[in-house]
């Protein structure tokens, strides 16, 4: 799964301004979990939008719901462009298809702003799991169907989906385990409470480089310049899927 990281404000708010803008801080929400890829990019732009505006800039934290939580209070804010959305583009795109009553509507309610970053997806695993390929952890699934227990970020995320994939792909069977968010699942992973993850790779690399967990792979069609030695993920799916989106 590869993921697209965007800037949303709520619709319609350009026609707000009666002063230049911005006149008073900004709040840049992240969905999700404090530590993910989404709240460390938002970490990083906030000084710099800072420094060029002369306006604090703030970064809140409202995790739930695989992002829906925060993704609605934006929705209902002042459409002003002081309260933005930064956020995995593909979640609100699977949001709509696994939450058929949501309370806001992700084409309608948001304005995009800017696309910020691309982050492929890294398989990986605890140390002790005994494989050093994705080969060998597809047959060791398959010996022990519903031993590994897959972290996800929440149910019906996208690395939750990328999970699915994986094993409808490859016939394997593993145990889902949703934790709060994208860091809690890497740390689930890293101290051995977990197996497998799939997980974007801007939050989860600093814990395979610290070898607390071994990547076997990542979804980009081309191997990653900082990681050369990691394999591309053999699924399809996974080697393809940037979408309009832990």
Not at 12 to 37: E, L, M
Not at 59 to 73: L, Q, R, T
Not at 78 to 87: E, I, K, Q, R, S
Not at 156 to 171: D, Y
Request: hydrophobic content about 45%; glycine content about 10%.
């Amino acid at each position: 799964m590869r993921t697209l990281f965007l800037i949303l404000a709520c619709a319609a708010f350009a026609a707000a301004h009666a002063q230049p803008y911005p006149s008073k801080p900004i709040r840049i929400v992240v969905p999700y979990a404090a530590g993910g890829t989404s709240d460390i990019l938002a970490r990083q732009i906030g000084p710099k939008l800072s420094e060029t505006w002369g306006q604090p800039v703030v970064v809140e934290n409202k995790p739930g719901a695989n992002g829906n939580v925060g993704a609605d209070f934006v929705a209902k804010s002042a459409p002003d462009g002081y309260t933005v959305l930064l956020t995995d583009l593909g979640g609100l795109v699977i949001s709509a298809s696994v939450y058929p009553q949501l309370p806001f509507n992700p084409a309608k309610d948001f304005s995009p702003v800017v696309m910020v970053s691309y982050s492929p997806h890294v398989l990986a695993v605890h140390p002790s799991v005994p494989v050093k390929d994705v080969k060998e952890l597809i047959a060791m699934a398959k010996a022990q169907p519903g031993k590994l227990n897959f972290a996800i970020s929440g149910i019906g995320g996208a690395p939750h989906l990328a999970g699915i994939e994986f094993a409808q792909r490859t016939g394997v069977q593993w145990t889902y385990i949703p934790y709060k968010g994208g860091s809690d699942a890497v740390a689930a992973v890293a101290a051995g409470q977990a197996d497998v993850l799939f997980n974007g790779m801007l939050a989860t690399w600093p814990t395979v480089q610290g070898g607390r967990m071994k990547a076997l792979a990542i979804s980009s069609a081309e191997r990653v310049p900082s990681a050369p030695d990691t394999p591309t993920a053999p699924v399809p799916l996974l080697r393809g899927t940037a979408r309009c989106s832990e």
